[in-house]
């Protein structure tokens, strides 16, 4: 197991985890353990909201206009967001086989690397597409990724939607729409390239392709009382929030508090509020499978220090 020491630097704590990981040393659970209970952020993470909210950008992906025209659901559409995935980091075991020497026997090895999530293309949203349906976990409404696709070439060439990008010589373009009958995407080095449809053809006509959200939203509007909005529990929009059992709540920040001490900067286990706050919010979604939104936990959270600095 790793070393547990509270002198040891976090870069150096980290960067020790993240390799006895990779060695086999230690599953990815003990290492997320252990920089827990030094008060470490997560390796396992993804952004949270409002960062990359879909709402809040003005243009997305061909990959994120696709999921949308299929589902019509904003989380989906969010996890297309090639901004947001190079920010997602999860752990993946990997096996290999390694000589000592040369000339002698392989061995098998085995560990956890931290990776960041692959660029999404609309390829591999396909392929969950079809895992999802042979799971039943597609709403009745939703169509095929594929026909989504087409859909939106059908626009595109046809002058209804309007798509901008980089040109071959470096300047931002409107794409004409008689383009698009010849354009198709492509496979190469794990991303999605826009070429002409002769594979032979390794022109990149066009390149960091976005579209307008409005004017996708125009021609494929959410049914009415249907649209997928970001739950209240990860973004804080106002209005009446969802109810919670805060004294229950309170019990798991007092625990904690007991455990690793107050927040502090000189607290290695502990070091800041925003810390605490985390630890609570991983609690809550492991006992009801939504959390506070961090603004209104964070003000909950400084009545309960004060309170706690009083007795």
Not at 47 to 73: G, T
Not at 91 to 99: A, F, S, T, V
Not at 115 to 121: L, S
Not at 194 to 218: E, I
Request: glycine share 6%; proline share 6%.
């Amino acid at each position: 197991m790793a070393d547990e020491s509270d002198n040891t630097e976090p870069d150096l704590l980290r960067d020790g985890l993240l390799m006895q990981a990779e060695r086999g040393e230690i599953t990815a659970k003990q290492a997320e353990e252990v920089a827990a209970a030094h008060g470490l952020e997560p390796f396992e993470r993804k952004p949270e909201l409002p960062r990359f909210d879909p709402k809040l950008k003005s243009h997305w992906s061909i990959v994120m206009a696709v999921a949308w025209i299929a589902r019509r659901d904003l989380h989906l559409v969010r996890e297309q967001d090639p901004e947001f995935c190079s920010e997602c980091f999860h752990w993946r075991y990997r096996g290999w086989k390694e000589c000592a020497h040369k000339g002698s026997k392989p061995v098998n090895r085995a560990g956890y690397f931290l990776e960041a999530r692959r660029a999404p293309t609309v390829r591999h949203l396909a392929l969950m597409d079809v895992i999802s349906r042979v799971r039943g976990n597609v709403p009745s409404t939703a169509v095929m990724i594929r026909e989504a696709e087409t859909a939106l070439w059908r626009a595109l060439s046809e002058g209804c939607l309007i798509a901008e990008g980089f040109d071959a010589n470096g300047a931002v373009v409107e794409i004409p729409s008689r383009e698009w009958v010849y354009l198709r995407l492509f496979q190469e080095g794990g991303q999605e390239v826009l070429r002409y449809k002769d594979a032979m053809n390794r022109v990149k006509p066009f390149t960091a392709v976005n579209l307008r959200q409005s004017d996708l939203l125009r021609l494929w509007p959410a049914a009415p009382g249907e649209f997928s909005t970001l739950p209240a529990s990860e973004i804080d929009k106002g209005g009446r929030p969802l109810e919670y059992d805060w004294a229950t709540i309170k019990e798991i920040a007092v625990q904690i508090i007991k455990k690793h001490g107050k927040p502090h900067r000189n607290n290695k286990r502990l070091p800041s509020k925003t810390q605490l706050v985390e630890q609570i919010q991983r609690e809550c979604v492991a006992r009801w499978d939504r959390e506070p939104a961090t603004s209104t936990l964070k003000s909950r959270v400084n009545q309960w220090l004060s309170e706690i600095s009083e007795n």
